[in-house]
Structures are given as C-alpha cells and as structure tokens.
C-alpha cells in the first residue's frame, strides 16, 4: 500500500507523535509511507525515522481548499491508496482531496478527548479508548474502532542506559530526594489546572520529604507554570521544583522518576519505564494506577474527571504522601505498568491493527450519503459561527475538543459537588 499520512500539527504532542510512529511502524511492515502536514519541532523526529515528508501549504483557516489542492495533486502523482488523517481538520480535508481519486481510501484518526461532530458519519474512525468508541457507535457512525495510544517499547523500557548522571548535573537534581516527574504540554486545556496543581502539592510536601518535581515540557502557559514554579520555589528553597522545558529525549526523565504523573500518551511512556502513575484529569482528578484502578483507565482511558479542581491538591498529597516511602509497592505498580504497555499498547501491535484497517478500508466499497453529508456540513458551520463569536470574546479553545471531553459528559455528579459534568465544560 502507498500511504500518505497527515497529522492536524508537527509540534510536539500526542496525537502528532503517535502519527509519525505508527507511519514508521506500517513502513516496517513493508509499505511505502509518506507525512505531510506544517513543518514544526517534530520534524526532526520524521527524519531521525526516515520517512518521507512533504510540506503543506500554510493555510490562512482550516478546512482549506489550498491544502485539499495539494493533497489531491499528491495522491494523484504518487498514486496514494490510503489518506489517513489525524484529528478533524487533516480529516475533512483528506476527505474532499480523494473525492476525485475513487480508488484511494479515506480513513481518519482522533486521539483528542472527544470526536467533532461534523466529521462525516461514514468516515472511517480510529478512537482511542472504548468509553469515547461507545459513545461514536452510539452517534451512528458506520466504521469505528479502537486503536490505544502505542508506546515504542523498544525506545522506551527501564532496561535502557542513558546518560542519567550528566542529565542529573544539567538540572541540578538531588539524587537524595523523592523525583516527581510530569512531561507535558504547557496548555490550558486539559493540562494546566493539574500542572499548577501538581506545583502547589509538591511544595506543600517538601517541609515533611525531600522531594522534587521535575517538569519537562513547553506550550502557551509556560509563564503561569514558571511563576507558580518561583513561588514555591521562594517558599521551599531552589530545586524543589524544575522546569526543563521541551526535550528532545524526555526519556532521562522519565528513567529518573520515583513517581510519574501524567495522562494519555505521555502516561503510558510512564509506565512503559516501569514507573508507578498518577494518573491526571481534571476538576481535582488525581488517581494511582492499581490491580483494582487499572480495569477503570483500560475502558476510560488515562485520564478522569474529579469533584471540583480544589479537591486536586489534597488528593495527590495524600497519593503521594503514602506512595512514596514505600519501595516495595512503587515496585510493584511500575512492574503492573510495564506488564500492561507490553500486552496490549506495544507500537508493533498497533502497527498491524492499522494494518488491518486500512485493508478494511480498501476493501470496502466508499461509503458517501446526501444526508450524513449535509448533516456534517450544518453542524461545521455552525461549529464555525460559534468559534467566530468565542474568538471575538476571547474565549475559543485553542484545542476545544479536548476542552469537552467524552469523559466529562458521561461522568457521574460527585457526591456534594455543585458543579454537574455539563457545566465543567
């Protein structure tokens, strides 16, 4: 098969990362495989791969004709069978590039919290956990299936030797001292309540443990993170918590982490280290990851929605307060991490279940319908108009699908709580 793979953004993030490792992963297995998309940090990471990249135009909005212009000059000179787009606007805009291609398949892939409504019903959909696959089969779409966020296995595992010590003297780490590590992107949505959260916790800990976060990572709220930083810092004494920034390998890190934090992808390369997890949500949701938890995050995924943000920090001081002077049963989580990320989010399995999808997809006859498509085009632009107005406020999401996850619809309203899951939104 000729692929052509185009992630909705080649900066640093899950979904993106995701994209570019499966593609590796299904040329593995002998196909010819191609990214497009914007040129971002991640680039280096398609070159490290070899794969073939080519670069999209800059679009002035999204969907663009330019983009689907050039998609469709693509599929046409390098005879492209499958068009795989990641997230809605890669999957609106591969889909009217193949329109005139009636031999290329169209297949799309959100790894966001939820699915925008108005990618067309007989779109073939990759989700990735079951609660958010239940609740697409539940809207009417004809082809939807799981496929969890992979870990490279073979990159990541806690049997690697890497320069711990020179990464120790770069960030001035105590090696005496409990190590909190949080890798995440510096976004408000989603992320930065459990950031500051996760800030906040430390510092309250470090009069009774030697402790540390180490916070790797970069984005938009990068001075809200590095002010609440200074401020314990001030409170507790330099070291306690320390920002690195963007990495290019966060994996020192995460192979010098008693404890990780975290949620989605950047959860599971945790784990694959063999690390006990906490895992992050929102609205005060910290939970380790256990025997009876584990089930819980397999259906939900890694991530969760609590009683109210101001719940957060005494909830993961509490975690931590227990985890942490107990060797025996951080062993004990990190190995039921490994145990679980080599079972079933390995990159090579995901690889042939992409594999297997877009065969399906080929085989399948190219599902279109009058009615599921005017339907899609109603709810974009209405979709459009509302952004509009919130863009005008200031209030649009940079991200808004991942600010309206599935998980916060489908919550129960905790007990005392005066805030229901509709009004977290």
Known sequence: MRILVYPHDLNMGGSQLNAIELAAAVRALGHDVIMFGQPGSLNLRIKELGLEFIAAPKPHHQPSRT???????????????IVHGYEWPPALESRLAVDRSPGTAVVCT???????????????????????LDAEVAFGRASVELLEPPVDVKLNNPFLELPLDDFRQRWNLNP?????????????QLKLEGILTAIKAVGALAGELKIQLLLVGDGPERDAVRAKAQEINQLNGPGTI???????????????????????GSALRAMAFAKPLIVQGEMGYWNLVTPETLPDFLEQGWFGVGPGKYAGEARLVEILRRLLPDDKQRTALGELGLRTVQDRFSLDRAARLQEHFYREALRAPRR??????????????????????????????????????VRARTAPRAKGSKTSPARML
């Open 110 to 132: 959100v790894m966001s919290m939820a699915v925008a409504p108005f990618i067309p019903k007989t779109m073939p959909l990759l989700v990735g956990t079951r609660e958010i």
């Open 67 to 81: 983009i689907v212009r050039a998609l469709a000059d693509v599929i046409r000179d390098r005879k492209i069978d």
């Open 242 to 264: 320390v920002l690195t920034g963007q990495l290019e390998d966060p994996r020192p890190a995460y192979l010098l982490a008693d404890v990780a934090l975290g949620m989605g």
């Open 368 to 405: 279109s319908s009058p009615v599921t498509d005017a339907l899609a085009v109603r709810l974009l632009i209405k979709y459009q108009v509302a952004a509009h107005a919130k863009r005008l406020f200031g209030r649009l999401a940079a991200d808004d699908f991942n600010a309206r996850p």
């Open 176 to 188: 005496d001292a409990y190590t909190v590590v949080l890798v995440t992107r510096l976004a408000q």
